[in-house]
């Protein structure tokens, strides 16, 4: 289970952002466990307006590091845009391999529905291809694979229900 890892790729879904914000996807999420066995704790989104088409997100959570579970907090950005009739964040962040951070980017399909957010990462099994000379292939292949297969990875897959922001979390 912990070996699994979200789809990671050189291009998002589109060029640049090409939909303005969606004021109701901003706010803090908390997640809700599957299991109840609340295996890594803590898992929260903040997510915030940084342009008319771009997001903030904060990802609180936690990672195994050997035998100890640690704080994890991740700072990304992210924007919206659709593949087939699915929306999907297209959240970019920087690769841990060595030399000059370069830019990657994971693909999570996202729906709202009232106060609940469901977030699906798409699996790195979907494509043994990581490096795409356009975002139109990288679409297309979504498109093609998940009419074909579950590409979502249960590991990354997760509601979040909106609440206002604990004071734990205030600067």
């Not at 090409?18 to 466990?33: H, K, P, Q, R």
């Not at 030399?99 to 990462?121: E, S």
């Amino acid at each position: 289970m912990l070996y699994a890892c979200p789809f990671e790729s050189n291009l998002p879904l589109e060029k640049g952002p090409v939909e303005a914000v969606d004021t109701s996807l901003t706010g803090f999420w908390y997640g809700i466990v599957k299991d109840g066995s609340d295996f890594f704790g803590i898992e929260a989104l903040e997510i915030s307006r940084q342009s008319d088409s771009l997001y903030s997100i904060i990802r609180y959570g936690k990672s195994v590091k050997g035998d100890m579970i640690m704080p994890d907090t991740a700072y990304l950005t992210g924007f919206s845009s659709k593949a087939g009739e699915q929306n999907f964040m297209n959240v970019a962040g920087k690769s841990t391999e060595p030399g000059p951070g370069k830019t990657i980017y994971y693909l999570a399909a996202f729906n709202r529905h009232h106060d609940t957010l469901q977030v699906r990462a798409v699996t790195e099994t979907f494509t043994t291809r990581k490096f795409f000379k356009k975002p139109e292939e990288l679409k297309q292949l979504v498109v093609d694979m998940s009419q074909k297969k579950n590409i979502y990875d249960e590991l990354f897959t997760l509601s979040y229900r909106k609440i206002v922001k604990p004071a734990s979390f205030l600067p």
